[in-house]
Every structure is written in structure tokens, then in C-alpha cells.
């Protein structure tokens, strides 16, 4: 029996796992340190800028589907900011948000609607105040790829309109709008899924890899044949030595 044909097989059952995991869904944690949530509301004729500056969430991705995605998010009440400190203190208090009672909002997800391109209507609840409303954002996907130091990292973009009267908050009427133009922008990083014992489907790979080679090199072969030494690499996962783009260890041969 040939050793490119054993190592194929063996090749095949340890990437098939890897397979199943690329189809399946991913899981970003929002990072609030890119990700910003304002709004703009008016002061009689003129609109002012606030935002919120602490929340948390996750977005679970079917990047093949993303229809099927869904997200979650924590928005801390207090992190409220107008950059005027007697607003800031008013909008905490019992007059708007009262943050002491009603620490967080939060937001979640009931469905996705396509829109076109990478754009969709985003159905969920948003609570404030105790008061749960069905809202619908704006979002737009930007994009996934690499980020800070090669990790994976998605965008998105999210607007809408609030009514602040739908959620009891009410003071300074004539004085403070009650239109609320809400812009969300989020950097999220994709999360690294533990496997089996709570290790991460990579080392699990690596550790294949480890076993294919060391059945390849303990395997009997006749005195004179060449002996292929198969790579399965971590980074581009292809099965084939001489395809592999990153690591040198394919194509070994020995006497």
C-alpha cells in the first residue's frame, strides 16, 4: 500500500470536522472599545450630539445565511455622555433614564430580512426603563476579515428612530424632541470556540496532524522507496504537500 494513499485517507477523516466547523456558525463578541452608540435629539430648533460609552453583546453569524444570524447587546445607562456635565446628570435621573433604578437597556434579536446587497431589517425588542418595545434597525454588514495582530474581526452598521415617549421618558416637553436618530457603529471579534476538554479545534487539528505523521513514519516500506511526508497545514488546512502555502515540512523524502 502506497503512503500518499494512507495519508489521503487519514487526511480526510481529520479535516472533516474542519469542515463542518467552517459551514457552522460563528460567534462575535462586540468590542466596546470601536464600537460606538449615539444619538442626536433636539434642543427646540437645533440637534445635540450624546452617545453611550460602555455596553457588551454578541453576534451569532451564518455568514452563508445571514438571515439566520441573530444579536444581543447591554447597554450601560450611566455611560450616558453629552459632554455637559449638569445634562449628563439630569438625563441619569429620575427626570429621564433614571440609571440608579433601570441600570441597562438592552437589545435582542427576533429576525433578519434581507434588504438587498448587504443591508437588512433587523426585528427585536429593546428595553428601557422596564418597558419592552419591538424596534427595527438598519443594519449593514461591512465586512469580515483580519483585524488588530491577523484576528478575525466582522462591522456593522445599524440605525433608527425612536420615539423617547414610548419608553416613559417624557420630561421637557417643547424643550427636548421626542424624535431620538439613533447611529450604532460595531467592531466585533470573532470567538475562539473550545472543543472537546475545552481545547480549541486548532491544537485539536495540530495534534491530528502530529498522529498522521507519526503513523507515516513508523509505517514499513520496501528499502528503496521515497517516502512522502504528508502536510496538513494549520493555516491554509489544505491536505495536499505540494499545495501548501505556509509551512515546509511536505515533500520529505528518505531512502
Known sequence: MKHPLIALVLAGLALSPLASARAAVETYDIDPVHTWVGFTVSHFFTKVPG???????????????????????VIEVASITTNTKMRDD????????????????TFKSQSWKSTGGDTYAVTGVLTMKNVSKQVVLKVASLGFGPGMKGAAISGWEAALTLDRRDFDITADQG???????????????????????????RTIHNRMRKRIQAFLEHTPKP??????????????????????????????SSS
Do not use: W
Open 90 to 105: 439630569d438625563l441619569r435621573s429620575t427626570n429621564f433614564f433614571a440609571a440608579a433604578t433601570f441600570p441597562a437597556m
Open 51 to 73: 452617545y453611550f460609552g460602555k455596553l457588551k453583546g454578541t453576534v451569532v453569524v451564518d455568514r452563508d445565511h445571514l438571515e439566520n444570524s441573530t444579536v444581543e447587546a
Open 175 to 201: 424643550a427636548v424632541g421626542n424624535s431620538v436618530d439613533v447611529l450604532i457603529n460595531v467592531e466585533a471579534d470573532r470567538r475562539i470556540e473550545l472543543g472537546k476538554n475545552g481545547v480549541p479545534p
Open 223 to 252: 528499502p528503496s522507496a521515497n517516502r512522502s511526508i504528508l502536510c496538513i497545514c494549520s493555516k491554509c488546512e489544505v491536505a495536499n504537500a505540494q499545495r501548501c502555502l505556509f509551512e515546509k515540512i511536505c515533500n520529505r
